[in-house]
């Protein structure tokens, strides 16, 4: 595998189901991202993680629970989610926040969700 | 927050037109980042600029970051079927958090 990895790419869930996102990224970075791609929205930062702590979290639901248990892994954990969460889930790599060329941010295909 | 807008929002040409989009912002960037996302796939990175005035060219595709530090514009020239897609500017801001803004993207579509 090389460069970034998501899975599910797809996936459809209850309101009351539990599910986890997992994004793998090959590329030797230390920071890692999750982003809400809405239709005809911008892209929405969720969370940042750097050297596995989180350094940012944009004012997300606690539906949304993200876990980092290395630089290499990320994980966006699902609960009790509602129908306007539908949307692709992309994640992202960079170098680190604060390195040299850290600000490029590599994506992966992303997770098509849909909540019914 | 800070807000990128980005113009147009669509665009429908033909095959071999140049193409241009840009990015404004009320804000000052230190950095501006292009991407294009195809259908299904990720956004990949075009083309990445650092400096006010920078103009820097990756094939058919050049882009300048604005002088004011507060916009960008990126040119497609000589545009063929595989360039149709969304591009989208991100910028990173001077002050606050160093994370990246991004535009509304620009859907390209090209009739052959």
């Known amino acids: 595998e090389t460069g970034v990895t998501q899975t599910p790419r797809h996936l459809v869930m209850g309101m009351t189901n539990k599910k986890s996102l997992k994004c793998e990224q090959h590329l030797g970075h230390n920071a890692m991202y999750w982003y809400k791609q809405s239709a005809k929205k911008p892209l929405e930062l969720m969370f940042v993680?750097?050297?596995?702590?989180?350094?940012e979290n944009n004012s997300v639901p606690s539906r949304f629970s993200p876990e980092c248990p290395n630089s290499s892994h990320l994980f966006l954990h699902l609960h009790t989610l509602q129908p306007e969460d539908s949307a692709l889930y992309l994640c992202?790599?960079?170098?680190?926040?604060?390195?040299?060329?850290?600000?490029?941010?590599?994506f992966g295909p992303g997770t098509r969700l849909t909540v019914l | 927050g800070q807000q990128l807008n980005q113009s147009p929002q669509s665009m429908f040409i033909q095959e071999g037109e140049d193409v241009s989009m840009n990015c404004t912002s009320s804000s000052i960037f230190n950095t501006w980042l292009w991407y294009k996302q195809d259908p299904g796939e990720g956004p990949v990175l075009l083309i990445a600029l650092y400096k006010a005035g920078e103009l820097t060219s990756n094939g058919r595709l050049t882009a300048q970051f604005g002088i004011t530090r507060k916009d960008s514009f990126l040119n497609i020239s000589a545009s063929i079927p595989s360039d149709v897609g969304i591009y989208f500017c991100a910028g990173r801001i001077i002050q606050g958090a160093q994370k990246l803004v991004f535009g509304q993207g620009t859907r390209l579509t090209i009739n052959p």
């Open positions: 993680y750097n050297f596995k702590e989180q350094t």
């Open positions: 992202a790599s960079s170098q680190g926040e604060g390195v040299a060329g850290g600000i490029w941010q590599f």
